[in-house]
C-alpha cells in the first residue's frame, strides 16, 4: 500500500474485444469498449459514471473489480495494481472493493439463505468464525433496514428493494472503502429508487464508504455524487461537479443527456401544493 496515494486510481484504461471475421483469412476486427480512460476516485468523494447503453460504463466497472483484464492501462487501487497482484493478494485486496450489481433478482441465489448470501465474501476471505461472520452479517442487514430474523428466509420472500438492501448488506460486511455500484436502482420501481439511494447516502455517512457509481440517469448520481464523469464510445468527455454539468454543461453529448431527461410536470389544481417531484429515468435511446 502506497503512503497518500488516492483511493482508486485508472490510467489509461484501454478494453478491446475481437470481432468476428469479415471473412476466412481477412484481418480480425476489434472494438474499443474503453479507450484510454483515466479517473482519480480520492477516500470519501464518490464519483458518478453516465452514459447511454454501450459507451463502456459496465466495462470499466468490471475492470476495475479485477473481473475482467485490461488491454493496456493500470486499475491502482491504495497504490496497488489489481491486475498486477497475484491470486493471495488479489484476494486479500478484494476486502476494500466491494459491488453491488444491477439486477437484485439475478445477483441472489434463490437457494440460498440471506445469511449464506450476505456472508459470502467473509466466507471467501477464510479468516473468519462462523460465530463472527453471523454477528457481522445480523449487524449488516439492520444497518440497511432489515432485521436480524430476515437472516434466516429466502430472497423470494422480499420485493425488490429489500433485495437490493441485501445486495447492499452483502457488499458492505467486509467493511470495504470503495463500493462499485453498477446501475444499483434502475430495476426498480421510482419510489423504491429514491428509498435506496438515501438509504445509500446514510451509509456514505455512516461509515465513509465511498461509492464509484454507474448509471445512465443523471438525476441519480447529482443525489449520490461529488464528481461526474460523461461517457461516450468508450471516452470520457467531460467530467466535473454535478451542479457544473448540470447548469453548464460544455460537450454536445453531455447536453444531449441533460435534454433527454423527461420532466415531470403535472398540472396543479389552484390553492394546492405542487406534487413532490421523485427523479425520473434518463431515457436511453439504445433502448427503443
Known amino acids: 500500500m502506497t503512503v497518500d496515494a488516492p483511493l482508486l486510481q485508472v490510467e489509461n484504461l484501454v478494453r478491446e474485444y475481437a470481432m468476428p471475421r469479415d471473412r476466412l483469412f481477412g484481418p480480425q476486427p476489434k472494438v474499443h469498449a474503453v479507450n484510454g480512460v483515466s ?22 466497472a468490471r475492470l476495475v473489480m479485477a473481473l ?3 488491454t493496456s492501462g493500470r486499475v491502482l487501487l491504495l497504490g496497488r495494481d489489481l491486475h498486477a497482484l497475484p491470486r493471495e493478494a488479489l484476494r486479500q485486496a ?3 472493493i466491494q459491488m453491488v450489481f444491477q439486477d437484485p433478482y439475478g445477483s ?7 445469511e449464506r448470501i450476505v456472508t ?4 471467501a476471505q477464510g479468516d473468519t468464525s462462523r460465530a463472527e461472520q453471523h454477528r457481522r ?9 432489515l432485521r436480524p430474523n430476515d437472516l434466516g428466509k429466502y430472497p423470494h420472500e422480499f420485493s425488490g428493494g429489500q433485495r437490493q438492501r441485501i445486495a447492499i448488506a452483502r457488499a458492505l460486511i467486509t467493511r470495504p472503502r ?10 426498480l420501481d421510482v419510489s423504491v429508487q429514491a428509498q435506496v439511494l438515501n438509504l445509500m447516502q446514510d451509509l456514505q455517512a455512516q461509515f465513509g464508504i465511498t461509492y464509484m457509481l454507474i448509471s445512465h440517469d443523471l438525476a441519480v448520481v ?22 457544473r454539468l448540470f447548469q453548464a454543461a460544455e460537450h454536445p453529448y453531455t447536453r444531449a443527456l441533460l435534454e433527454a431527461v423527461p420532466k415531470a410536470e403535472p398540472a396543479r389544481r389552484s390553492g394546492t401544493a405542487p406534487a413532490q417531484q421523485i427523479p425520473l429515468a434518463m431515457a436511453d435511446p439504445s433502448r427503443g
Open 39 to 60: 479517473f482519480t476516485i480520492e477516500a470519501g468523494h464518490s464519483l458518478g459514471i453516465v452514459g447511454e447503453s454501450g459507451s463502456g460504463k459496465s466495462t470499466i
Open 68 to 70: 475482467d483484464r485490461p
Open 94 to 96: 478484494r476486502r476494500d
Open 108 to 114: 441472489l441465489d434463490p437457494r440460498q439463505t440471506i
Open 120 to 123: 459470502e465474501p467473509l466466507a
Open 137 to 145: 452479517a445480523a449487524d449488516v442487514v439492520v444497518s440497511v433496514g
Open 178 to 187: 470503495l463500493i462499485v455500484a453498477d446501475e444499483p436502482v434502475s430495476a
Open 222 to 243: 447529482k443525489h449520490l455524487c461529488d464528481d461526474v464523469a460523461v461517457l461516450w464510445q468508450g471516452r470520457i468527455v467531460e467530467q466535473g461537479p454535478p451542479e
